[in-house]
């Protein structure tokens, strides 16, 4: 009973851990220059962030969705390690989104809205089918373009969160004895 305790309770600085990583992450994602020495900087982050974030995933690896949660985040890493941490979008499917109307050609090759996105032709993107491409209307939300890794790591937080309080109310007694 006490080493789950200590168990849960060092869960919670991971996760912890992971959120404030992701913070950080977004920080610099969203207010870093993308050029110069800041944007070795940026770029250095990101890459260690992310795999910082993969292993956290990974860290709870009993919950079915800290794998998906792990998948999604690699899935995104690779179009955006090919676009020095940045991920890419095409032009014409942010056009024909409308969810951007400020976006207009004369973004392409540039960060859009501070965030991680980065607008480009299609012949430039490296990893298309990874990009986001994926245009969703949610009802409270609006109209955003996701990417394949994103619905994936989506996936897994909703599996984290059905599983998880699963796991946590599991009675004592169905837990295998301790050996020391």
Known sequence: MIARTVRRAGDLWFLAAAAGIFLAQQLAISFMSTEGAEGVLRRTLF???TVALVLLALRFRRYWGAWLVAAGIVLNLIPMAAHSGAMP????ILESSGAFPEVT???IGKQTNHGKDVVLERDDIHFFVLSDRYVVDL???GINVYSLGDFVL???VALLLVQAPLVLLRSPRHES????
């Open 139 to 141: 009802p409270v939300y």
């Open 47 to 49: 890459f260690i962030t």
């Open 154 to 156: 989506f996936a897994g």
């Open 177 to 180: 004895p301790q050996t020391v």
């Open 89 to 92: 979008i095409d032009y014409a």
């Open 105 to 107: 050609r004369d973004d």
